[in-house]
T-cell receptor, first 113, second 111 residues
Framework: GAGVSQTPSNKVTEKGKYVELRCDPI?????LYWYRQSLGQGPEFLIY????????DSGLPNDRFFAVRPEGSVSTLKIQRTERGDSAVYLC???????????FGQGTRLTVV | DAKTTQPPSMDCAEGRAANLPCNHS???????VYWYRQIHSQGPQYIIH???NNETNEMASLIITEDRKSSTLILPHATLRDTAVYYC????????????FGSGTRLQVQP
């Protein structure tokens, strides 16, 4: 596809469950970013990949959050033992090198009930 | 990365220029000014960026003061589709860091 694709677009899960959110970046983009956005706030940085490795994971709030990018393309954000406070829109972005502009997906709206 | 300050909201009449200010008084010499916008229910969209010279593209113009402590994003002829939250971000290029978003300015273009 032409843009960053995130699936699912909406996810409702029960408190305590495990969820996976997927991001398909623009083909050829080496840099990939995950953000989360709560209502009325700007996006909050979670983790940044350069290729397959996490170059900066300082934004992950705790050890329930983990992300992988095993082949340097698709990335999965994994949240264990979800809590109601994890409810937010999770945004993924990619850029060609990490030095150029970032393109964002439409986000996954996660609701923990 | 340096902190930015933006007004929380602004109005603009359709067809008029929208001038969105940003203060970044602690900016360092190796930090660029980026602007993104976020239309309701969409991901942020890149608009423009610059270091110290004024920049223009098909979407907007960026005016950076000579001391680089503030900048203005100009949408020359605002339309209803420009209604969005506009984020001014200061970012170090070296080290390939991620963007750090603040609260932005909510621009409402009025018909």
């Amino acid at each position: 596809g032409a843009g960053v694709s995130q699936t699912p677009s909406n996810k409702v899960t029960e408190k305590g469950k495990y969820v996976e959110l997927r991001c398909d970046p623009i083909s050829g983009h080496t840099a990939l970013y995950w953000y989360r956005q709560s209502l009325g706030q700007g996006p909050e940085f979670l983790i940044y990949f350069q290729g397959t490795g996490a170059a900066d994971d300082s934004g992950l709030p705790n050890d329930r959050f983990f992300a992988v990018r095993p082949e340097g393309s698709v990335s999965t954000l994994k949240i264990q033992r979800t809590e109601r406070g994890d409810s937010a829109v999770y945004l993924c972005a990619s850029s060609f090198t990490g030095l150029t502009e970032a393109f964002f997906g439409q986000g996954t709206r996660l609701t923990v009930v | 990365d340096a902190k930015t300050t933006q007004p929380p909201s602004m109005d603009c009449a359709e067809g008029r220029a929208a001038n969105l200010p940003c203060n970044h008084s602690t900016i360092s010499g190796n930090e660029y000014v980026y602007w993104y916008r976020q239309i309701h229910s969409q991901g942020p969209q890149y608009i423009i960026h610059g270091l110290k010279n004024n920049e223009t593209n098909e979407m907007a113009s960026l005016i950076i003061t000579e001391d680089r402590k503030s900048s203005t994003l100009i949408l020359p002829h605002a339309t209803l589709r420009d209604t969005a939250v506009y984020y001014c971000i200061v970012r170090v290029i070296e080290g390939r860091r991620a963007l750090t978003f603040g609260s932005g300015t909510r621009l409402q273009v009025q018909p």
